[in-house]
């Protein structure tokens, strides 16, 4: 009996929609950007809608949507440039005397709310999300990335993949291995980083809070570690060492005390802000504050280690911030 329309949408719906936050995540991996990777998901829910009646059940419907989504996602690849980061694109450090220039023709990679995340990979995967492995992945070639998500990420067999990849089980398996040798020298290994208490982040995040509302110079030194790294997308220079961060925004940052507001947020499966400025600190007439730029860090016993600021408005309304305080 053929059913009809309205109960295959349903049925559809009932076995599709439980793996859309995990799908968006991977198209992420994949793709290094949060609005790129919402709309592969779209596309990927409107292909497999179609093909629905078609589907015969040989495999799981969440592999199938994952075959789906991730060839989208080798097709959007095709031509493209890789999502860097400032510290990927450039060898050189910033000069923190010599005024930052932008670089928006350049495609940034983009942070992802932990709200739009599968919950189990923020808590049980966490270091799939963080921004440093993100970066890392856009080192690889768009079939090796692949690869190494399904393989290392998504625990998929390597017969599986190489199905939904249309290859062999050898050439997954060579893919793999040489996206695992070049990203050993690009991500840190777990003993380079020792995760604080959940006291001492607080202390931490107080800490970076209270320094740059104030505007605080030797706050702001103190509360990095010696060889933290700033990065400022879509300013190509980043910045290593407490001093020369702190000398940085001492020269450049257009805030004064009492200039900006700092909202927390979470992304990536990291802590973060997202700073509000006084609009008349930017040129403007009003004092209220508006959206300046998100930011994640990462953090250690010893302090703040890395900080990855986006002058990227359009994200304040991805984290459903408010366009004004």
Request: proline content about 7%; glycine content about 6%; overall charge negative.
């Amino acid at each position: 009996m053929t059913r009809s329309l309205t109960s295959t949408d349903d049925e559809f719906q009932r076995s599709a929609d439980p793996y859309r936050a995990e799908l968006l995540a991977h198209c992420y991996r994949m793709l290094g950007s949060v609005h790129e990777a919402e709309d592969l998901v779209q596309e990927t829910y409107l292909k497999a809608w179609r093909g629905y009646g078609a589907f015969e059940g040989r495999s799981s419907i969440r592999t199938w949507l994952y075959r789906i989504a991730t060839n989208a996602c080798l097709s959007a690849l095709e031509g493209r440039d890789r999502r860097p980061l400032p510290v990927g694109l450039s060898g050189d450090r910033g000069d923190p005397a010599v005024e930052p220039v932008e670089r928006s023709e350049v495609p940034w990679l983009e942070p992802i709310p932990d709200a739009m995340l599968d919950p189990a990979s923020v808590v049980t995967a966490r270091e799939s999300v963080r921004l440093a492995f993100i970066a890392a992945l856009q080192y690889l070639p768009a079939r090796q990335r692949a690869v190494l998500v399904l393989r290392d990420v998504l625990k998929l067999p390597a017969a599986e993949v190489a199905e939904m990849l249309d290859t062999t089980t050898a050439a997954v398996n060579s893919a793999l291995q040489r996206a695992h040798a070049q990203l050993a020298s690009a991500t840190p290994t777990p003993d380079d980083v020792v995760e604080p208490t959940a006291a001492r982040q607080r202390e931490l995040l107080d800490r970076f809070v209270a320094a740059f509302e104030a505007k605080d110079i030797p706050a702001i030194v103190a509360v990095f570690t010696e060889d933290a790294i700033m990065q400022m997308p879509p300013f190509p220079q980043w910045y290593q060492g407490g001093e020369a961060i702190a000398r940085l925004v001492d020269t450049w940052c257009p805030a004064h005390r009492d200039d900006l507001r700092l909202v927390p947020i979470h992304g990536n499966g990291q802590p973060g802000f997202a700073s509000y400025i006084r609009g008349s600190a930017i040129g403007g007439a009003d004092r209220s504050f508006v959206p300046w730029k998100v930011e994640l860090l990462e953090l250690d016993e010893r302090g703040v280690r890395q900080t990855v600021s986006f002058f990227d408005k359009s994200l304040f309304a991805v984290f459903g911030l408010p366009a004004q305080l």
